[in-house]
């Protein structure tokens, strides 16, 4: 199932960072749109802040994910990004 959620994020792989807003985010991955982005195969590591109100609860939750670029999706407006998370840890923060 995947959520349409437009959060800001920044995607970094080794060699830079890209500054993007999510598409929509499911619990295996995350689907990005940005001026650039990285190549298929780059290994990526991005934080999502998931807020409460969403969560269902009264803290906001950053999930720190590894993965990497499974695909590219090209609009007339928009260049995008699928990654698949392969490692993940979560935190809850206080409001």
Do not use: W
């Not at 670029?69 to 090209?74: D, L």
């Amino acid at each position: 199932m995947r959520f349409p959620l437009h959060l800001d994020i920044v995607v970094s792989t080794e060699e830079r960072e890209y500054n993007a807003k999510t598409e929509d985010v499911s619990a295996n991955g995350v689907l990005f749109a940005a001026d650039e982005v990285p190549e298929v195969g780059a290994r990526v590591e991005f934080r999502l802040t998931m807020p409460a109100a969403i969560m269902g609860g009264t803290e906001d939750v950053t999930l720190h994910c590894i993965g990497r670029i499974v695909r590219h999706k090209r609009t007339a407006t928009k260049n995008m990004a699928a990654a698949v998370i392969d490692e993940y840890s979560l935190k809850a923060e206080q409001l």
